[in-house]
């Protein structure tokens, strides 16, 4: 199994900044790509930024040019680096990796959420 933890949410003022974690722990053989979404209430969840194993990134048009998606492959760990902040960020924000636990098993996994607020 493997657990994808999320720290580094909270609340903060509109054009502040937050810097998110996840790592991933248990039975890795390798992480493919790695990424994050967010839901805000009474919406579906959407993409925010994936990164892959190479660091290609890819980021939605609602947050390019104030995130940065960033990973250490070392620590099985992605970074979210939210700066600018606006009310409209608001939302629980989860990890997302894709996991080969063996050379012949490949799976999705996601964090637990962690609650981001902006406020006006």
């Known amino acids: 199994q493997v657990q994808l933890v999320e720290s580094g949410g909270g609340l903060v003022k509109a054009g502040g900044s937050l810097r998110l974690s996840c790592a991933a722990s248990?039975?890795?053989?390798?992480?493919?790509?790695m990424g994050w979404y967010r839901q805000a209430p009474g919406k579906q969840r959407e993409l925010v930024a994936t990164?892959?194993?190479?660091?290609?990134?890819n980021y939605a048009d609602a947050v390019k040019a104030r995130f940065t998606i960033s990973r250490d492959n070392a620590k099985n760990t992605v970074y979210l680096q939210m700066n600018s902040l606006k009310p409209e960020d608001t939302a629980v924000y989860y990890c997302n990796a894709h996991v080969r636990t063996t050379l012949w098993t490949y799976r999705e996994y996601w964090g637990q959420g962690t609650q981001v607020t902006v406020s006006s």
């Open positions: 248990g039975s890795i053989f390798r992480i493919n790509d």
């Open positions: 990164i892959t194993n190479g660091d290609s990134t």
